[in-house]
């Protein structure tokens, strides 16, 4: 696991952290990702291609 991921999620990274990982939910033609935004320290950001 990347513990810079683990550390924004607010997730202990030396735990085995497989299943709490967001993961993408695809819809049709839309994805979708939601996580809990859990540190007030860490922007949040969306970017797309």
Known sequence: MNRLLAY???????LDLGGSLPRPV?????MSLTFHAGRADV???VETR
């Open 8 to 14: 924004a999620l607010n997730l202990d990274p030396n």
């Open 26 to 30: 695809l819809a049709g033609n839309a």
């Open 43 to 45: 922007t949040y950001t």
